[in-house]
């Protein structure tokens, strides 16, 4: 296995495009993910001069078995350095410690705290509180 950061200073992956990233993350994260537009946007927040992130890829036999993106919030204290946006494991890298494995990678290369939300009923919410994460605030939102 083979683990991978992509960021503004190492550039888009000449072997992953961010397009076959975001195919990879649209098809795995099943029920709790996003449209492939939207993932796109996350993927170009990274690479922003003004924003920033990184993406975390699990290779296996040239291919992505699982990846984690994590955008800076340019603050810190009062609101987390970074968030998780997102987190996928190919279906058959589950139950192996993936997931795990691919978390331990990204936190190790962030810089300050790592925010992230989950619904109460996605199976990672076991994986976050094991690595440490605490629930310390219910999230509302106001959708406009």
Do not use: W
């Not at 290779?59 to 994590?70: F, L, P």
């Amino acid at each position: 296995m083979e683990f991978r950061i992509i960021n503004q200073q190492s550039g888009e992956d000449q072997q992953f495009s961010n397009d076959a990233i975001a195919s990879f993350l649209e098809v795995h994260l099943d029920r709790f993910g996003d449209k492939k537009e939207d993932i796109l946007k996350c993927i170009a927040y990274v690479f922003n001069p003004d924003r920033g992130g990184f993406i975390t890829l699990g290779i296996e036999n040239e291919q992505i078995v699982g990846a984690v993106i994590i955008n800076e919030t340019g603050m810190n204290g009062y609101i987390p350095e970074n968030i998780l946006v997102y987190i996928a494991v190919h279906e058959s890298q589950r139950g192996k410690g993936m997931g795990s494995q691919l978390m331990k990678k990204a936190i190790n290369h962030a810089k300050g705290s790592i925010a992230l939300h989950v619904e109460p009923d996605n199976p990672a919410k076991k994986l976050y509180e094991r690595l440490g994460f605490t629930n310390k605030y219910l999230e509302m939102r106001l959708q406009r």
